[in-house]
Each structure stands twice: as C-alpha cells, then as structure tokens.
C-alpha cells in the first residue's frame, strides 16, 4: 500500500506539527490501485539462533466509474520467533574483571579485561545461602542436596566475578535476557477516495492493527535481605543444619531466583484503531483557484499488559519462614502456627494470609504448588489513549495580483484542533503495591490544542544568468497547549541553482515537542529510596556550589542527616511540563550534471540542538541538582523536595522534568547513478546508490544547566563517526540481481567524555569496524509472478560478544526468500 517514503532531516514541526523536532518520515499511500495480490515472504536463520519471521499479504484494489472512485484493502499477518541473548552465537556471558597484572594508573595496562563467564555465585535458581562472617557459600542439587557453591577466578564487583566455565549453580545475566521477544501482528487496512465532482473529492483510511508480544525476563528474585531461621525451619535438611549451628550460624542470609514458580513473562495486547476521512478539491474565485483539503482523524490505542508469576515479597517472607507444627508434624508457616510465634511476632504477609504454604526454597521444584501461589501473582495494566483532530488547509498562489521575477508566490493556510487522553487502569493488588514494584493507582488525563500554521514559498528568479533558480521557502505554527502552554515553530529554507547542474539548499528553523500524555499523565507511583543527603556534613564538598546553597536552603553547617531511614518518593508524570524546543540548521548540495545522465550527487550538512528535553530523573539527581546550581539553589529541582523540621528529607517527587539538552552536527551524503549496459557492449541495466553518514558531534547534557557535565557520544558504541550503506542492482530481463553492503566505523566501548575514562580503563576497548554483506535474487516470472531468495549477512559478520548493541545485526546468516502473485 505504500507509494513511496520521504525523510526531512532538521525540525519540521512548523510543517509537521509538534514532534517533528529533528526531522520526520512521511509516508504516502497509493491510492489508485487495481486488482488482487498475495506476498509471502519469511526468514529463517542459518548458524542456530533459532530467529524465524513469515509475513503474509493480501491487497485488492478496485477502481469505479472511470477512475472516479478506488477502493482498497490490505490484510497482513506476521510473525517473529522468540530469539533469547544466550541463544546468539556470540554471547558467553561476557563481562570485566579487575585485572592482576595492572600496576596503577598511566602505565599501559589495562585496568579492568573483558572476559567470557562473568556471572554471580552468590545467587541462582537452587537457592544460595551465604554465611555471616565467612565460610564457604552452600548452594542445592535440584532435589534439594547441598553442595559448596563453586568459587570465581577473578573479581568483577562485590556479587560477581569470572569462572572457567558455565556452571548451572551460578547465575549468569544473560540468561534471562529476551534480545527478541515472540511477536505477531495481524494489519486489516483500507483506503478509498471519490471524486463527488471534477473539484469534489471524498477520501478516507481505516487501519486496525493488532499485536501480540511474549517478553520472557528475569524471574523474580530475592538478593540478599532474606533470612533462614536455621533452627527450626522446615525444610532444611539435617546436615546442613548442623553445619551452619556449628559454625554459630543461627540464622543465615539467602538469595534465590524463583524460576521454579514460572519464569516472569509478560504479554502485551497492543491493539490500534486508525480513521482519517475529508474532503478535497479545489475552487475558483475570479482569475484564482483554491486548493483545499478539510479531514477528521480518530485513533485509538490499547494495551493490556499482563505481568505473570510476580513474587508478593512479604507473602514469600512468611512462607520462608517455615517450621514443623508439632500438631501434624508436617511443616507449616510459622503464621499458622501460634505457639511457635514468639511475643512479638507479626505476621508479615498482606494478601489472604490465611491461606500461607510453606515454602521450600532448597532445591528446584521442591515447593509445593500452594506455596507457590501464595507468594507469587499476575499484575495487569491497561493503558488507553484516544486522539481526535479536525483541521483544514487551503493553498493558493499570487498569480492574479502579482508575481515575483521567478513566479507566483505561493500560500497555504491551516488550522487544527486536536484532543488526546490517556486513561491507566491496574489490578486491585497493584494499587496496593503489595508486588516487587510499587503501587500504581489508576489515573486519567489528557489535554487540547489549537494550532494555525502559515506556508509561503517565494520563487524570486528564475532562467537568469546565475540563477536558474532561485526561491525561498518559509513555515510559521503557533499552537495553544492546555497543559504546556504556547508554542511557536518557524522554518526558513532557500534553493538557488546557479546552473542547470547544481542547486545549493539549506534551512533553518525552530521547533518543538510538546509533552505526551505519558510523560504528561502517567499514574503517579509512591515509593521508598534510600539516599545520600548532599547537604550532609560528610557530602557537603562533593561540589563548589553546595555549601552556600544547603545555607540557603536554612541547612545549618555541620548538619547531619538522618541515614538509618529511607525517604517517600512519588513518581510518575507531571503535568507541570512545558515544550521542549530545538534549532536545526541545514545546508546542502545537488549536482546533476548534465554530460553524464543520471548520475546525481547530494551533500547535506545538519546542526541541531534541542533545550529543556524531557527526561526522567531520580530521587538523588533531584537532591543533587537542587544545591549543586551555581548562583544559588536551583528552584525547579528544590521544589520537588519536601525536609521536616530536623532539615530531613521526607518526600522527593521524581519523574519527568525539562532538565536536559542534546547537539548534533553532521554530513549526510548519497551517489546514485543508473545506466544502460548498451554503451560498453553489455546486457542489462545497473543501479549505483551509495549512502553514508559522518557525525561531528554528539553531545547530550543530562541536566542543561550544568554544562561542564557533558556526555559526549559520537564514536562509542551506538553512535560510531561513520556509516556507508551501498546498493547495487543489475537488472536483465526478467532477473533482478541485488547487493547491500553496510559499514559501521570503530567504535569504543567506554566513555569518550573529556575526564571521563580512557582506553586503559578496559580491554578490548573497542569493537572494530562491520562491513556486512547481502545478496538477493529476484525473478519475474511473467507480468504477475515475483520470487525471490537472499542471503543476509552473507559471511556471518556480527560483533565480539561484549556488545549487544541493536545498531549491530547480532543474528547472523540468514536466509529469506518470498513470491508475489498478482491478478487483474
């Protein structure tokens, strides 16, 4: 159903509306066209990864009443194979060990390696006891059998560490890590148009599209903060008792993933209504005609998220705590049990305590199927948005009153209106909070704007000694948000081609993003965070500016937080948000010249910088940036953040906020060229297009108004200086033979920052440059039969398996192939 795609580097939000800060993708439908067609096509990998895609299509056309009228519909079903992180061949549980042989900084070697099997042993699925005060760490069989956990090489971070190997008792974090998760979505679409009259025109476009996704992710889990009573819990077997009693161990502390109660997998029904309908044409008022086009657009959105299997940690705590009830002498909560509770023993579960199972965490699959219902459950999260918008455009030219050397000016008028709501809804125990994440209560928002836009194009010479053309192009949009306020966005652009063969571009402009119903009405969630108070005596030189501005703040010197508390946290989103706002800057050159036919060359240059970017920010940054402002307390952050009378922080509200700012600069070039074989003597036609794309700069500052905190980005993993993309088809006949190739330049894999790390810091340090290749063959059977076969990634190129990064093709070889029939 698509026509063709167009791509505008640069804000095109006076164009486009708001959103459109750094460019937009325009794509246009065909609206004329006639008879039936199947495509089928599908992917299967070749090197075990298990990734397999099939799509089918169905489109029909019809045309009434000589061309007057067409009708459309499409019909899509796709499919896409779950493909886990372990089960790509690159992946070995990669990850950084300090290295031994490293002697200090500045002296060559590396301070930390990359190395395969980096994993945890102090947690997995079998349960992990870990002594106080040393000894060894004791881990289970699946039946419940202890063993002493094996023992890391080399040192990663307090929990993790290298081994030899996999080992099935040591947790590895990969293992649970959906890198593509199941998927399918089915598309029923339609799109239909009527000339009422010659000047009359009735259009419209349907969309539903449904989509279901399978997410598998870590399972839930405890770490640490969980304690075995070694005593007289039930179900830990004698000699390990002893063993712990013996070491002095009463109690002990344990970490275990709850995989054995069903991994925590989510599925996402995502379903999406679409209807566009208007009217266009045109009239004639005296000499001038009118080019108009009025239209109604409603979508809808859903998704029902179920998370399943989620620990409810305090009923986990008291089905832990197991005992043997001396009435039945089988093992029972201690909540069921009153003569083994103590004086001061509370029950800690929240839902249905009356119904606690013991459970058994030694071992896997030793619990019961009661206790695992008891300490686990399926959350449920429901998001809708709605968008209405009604809006018209009218265009019209200069012709009849005057014109510029180069023409007519050109005007185009609009208006729209638009309203978008968003309405969450969630499970009763998910208000309550009773699963590992927190509390998130129902809520509903939503808001209206009204936007007028104003198009100009001036053509100002034309077939003139050194200005075979020359024309400027200008875009003016006001709109009134009801939750952000106003916003206005401009774009000035020119085109001027001295010769037939070259024509010199550029624009500039101002745009904006208004905030989103997410980001403007999410749910707010209470929570509880542990901090470090800036204004402590002990953090107070952590910055020049704090000291001054913790006095301000009526923070006395020497003031000493209250640390053996955690604090109320709030989160979620904030209507309080205003627009963000970017300026781009373009500048470019075609040369098409004229002794070699179609052979174009284009060179683009791009500056954009975008201000009070929204983004997401935690409770410390908030503490931090509010007394860390230089010229006094920062009154955005400061006003997030609630202290008693002691001068403790009681409450900080986190969540969205305009605090950060991004630049970009760069130059996008493309060579195409098409020529007939003939002139050398040979058959067939061949297609030239080579693409590419060198970043200058990429700098992203994560609150704006501290500058000398900058992230620069270009040239790390994710964002390298250079891309190529090149395309070559060589068509003869009925067969049409392909080839794309793809450069990623190297790339570093640590913090280019100024003052941020170095290449010593890590080794390997980089991930050298990519260049992969696909071939594909296509044959045309006849005027209605298309079949094709490929090979992606034909030589199996993917990246070290340090990084998993989705700017990389990580899947490897594979082959798709696919056939098309159409009927008239």
């Known amino acids: 159903m698509i026509e063709r795609i167009e791509v505008i580097t640069g804000g095109a939000s006076a164009i486009y509306g708001s959103d459109a800060v750094s460019g937009v993708i325009n794509v246009i439908l065909r609206d004329d066209y006639e008879g039936l067609e199947f495509r089928f096509d599908g992917t299967t990998d070749l090197e075990g990864v298990g990734n397999r895609t099939n799509n089918f299509s169905a489109l029909y056309g019809h045309t009434t009443d000589d061309g007057r009228g067409n009708i459309t519909f499409f019909a899509e079903k796709n499919n896409i194979n779950q493909v886990m992180e372990p089960d790509l061949q690159q992946a070995a549980a990669w990850g950084t060990i300090v290295n031994p042989a490293d002697t200090g900084e500045n002296d060559g070697i590396a301070d930390r390696l990359r190395v395969p099997f980096v994993g945890s042993e102090m947690i997995n699925q079998f349960g992990v006891i870990n002594p106080f005060g040393g000894g060894p760490r004791i881990t289970f069989m699946p039946d419940g059998t202890p063993m002493d956990q094996v023992s890391r090489l080399e040192t990663n971070s307090f929990a993790f560490g290298s081994f030899d190997q996999r080992y099935d008792t040591v947790f590895f974090g990969e293992d649970y890590v959906n890198y593509i998760p199941d998927q399918e979505t089915v598309t029923l679409a339609s799109t239909f ?7 009359v025109r009735f259009y419209g476009d349907v969309k539903h599209v449904d989509k279901k996704i399978e997410q598998q992710f870590q399972p839930s889990f405890r770490f640490g903060g969980v304690f075995v009573d070694v005593e007289d819990n039930a179900f830990l077997d004698d000699s390990t ?26 599925s ?8 566009i309908g208007g009217f266009e044409g045109y009239f004639s008022l005296s000499d001038t005609e009118f080019d108009y086009d009025v239209y109604y657009t409603r979508g809808e959105v859903s998704n029902v998220r179920r998370t399943l299997n989620d620990l409810i940690p305090t009923n986990f705590l008291a089905a832990l705590d197991s005992v043997i009830d001396p009435e039945t002498g089988q093992a029972a909560c201690r909540s069921q049990v009153p003569e083994l509770q103590g004086d001061d023993y509370e029950d800690p579960a929240l839902v249905n305590p009356e119904n606690c199972a013991p459970f058994n965490p030694f071992g896997f699959g030793q619990a019961s199927a009661a206790s695992a219902d008891f300490i686990a459950g399926d959350v449920q999260r429901e998001d809708e948005i709605t968008q209405e918008m009604i809006g018209g455009t009218l265009a019209f030219d200069s012709a009849e009153w005057f014109e510029l050397p180069g023409g007519p000016l050109g005007i185009a008028l609009g208006y729209e209106y638009r309203e978008e709501e968003v309405e969450t809804t969630t499970d009763e125990l998910t208000q309550q909070g009773v699963f590992t994440n927190a509390a998130t209560p129902n809520s509903f928002g939503g808001y209206d704007v009204s936007e007028f836009f104003v198009e100009l194009r001036l053509p100002l010479l034309s077939d003139v ?37 070259v024509r010199i571009r550029g624009t500039v402009g101002e745009a904006v993003r208004a905030p989103n119903v997410d980001e403007a009405f999410s749910p707010q969630s209470p929570g509880f965070a542990n901090i470090n108070d800036p204004c402590d005596a002990d953090n107070i030189n952590d910055d020049p500016d704090r000291a001054a501005n913790c006095l301000a703040l009526g923070i006395p010197a020497g003031f000493e937080a209250n640390d053996n508390v955690s604090i109320e946290t709030v989160s979620g989103g904030n209507p309080d948000l205003f627009s963000e706002s970017s300026e781009s800057k373009t500048v470019g050159v075609v040369w098409t010249p004229e002794f070699l036919e179609n052979f174009s060359v284009t060179l683009d240059f791009y500056d954009i910088e975008i201000e009070d970017a929204i983004t997401e920010v ?54 195409r060229y098409t020529t007939e074989l003939g002139d050398l003597g040979l058959p067939g036609e061949l297609r ?22 900058i992230n620069v980005e270009v040239g790390e993993v994710g964002d390298p200086e250079y891309q190529l993309r090149t395309i070559v088809d060589y068509r003869l006949d009925e067969w049409n033979f392909n080839y794309t190739s793809r450069f990623i330049d190297r790339s570093a894999l640590f913090d280019v920052s100024p003052g941020a790390d170095s290449p010593e810091d890590v080794s390997p340090a980089f991930v050298g440059s990519i260049w992969t290749h696909d071939f594909s063959i296509e044959y045309t059977y006849n005027e209605n039969v298309d079949v094709y076969v490929g090979l992606r990634n034909a030589f199996n190129k993917v990246p070290p398996g340090y990084t998993f990064n989705p700017l990389y093709d990580l899947l490897g070889r594979r082959l798709n192939a696919g056939i098309t029939v159409r009927f008239e």
């Open 268 to 275: 996402n029904d995502r379903e999406l209504f679409r209807f």
């Open 465 to 501: 000694m050194l200005a075979k053309e020359l024309s400027l192009d200008a875009a003016y949009r006001t709109a009134d948000y009801s939750h952000a306020g106003s916003a206005d966005a401009w774009q000035v652009g020119f085109m001027w081609a001295p010769i037939e063969d």
């Open 688 to 709: 030239l297009n080579l693409q590419g794309n060198k970043v200058n700069e990429l700098e992203e500052y994560a609150f704006q108004d501290r500058p000398d905190e």
């Open 241 to 266: 008792r002893s063993r712990l009693l013996d070491g002095g161990q009463s109690v002990v502390e344990m970490s275990r993933f709850f995989t054995d109660i069903g991994n925590r997998t989510a």
């Open 193 to 199: 148009r009527y000339d009422i009259t010659d000047n």
């Open 618 to 671: 935690g409770a410390q940054d908030i503490l931090d940036n509010c007394v860390d402002a230089t010229g006094g307390p920062d009154a955005g952050f400061c006003s997030q953040i609630d202290r008693d009378e002691n001068n403790d922080v009681e409450v900080v509200r986190s969540g969205f906020i305009n605090a950060s700012a991004l630049k970009t600069s760069g130059v996008e070039f493309q060579v």
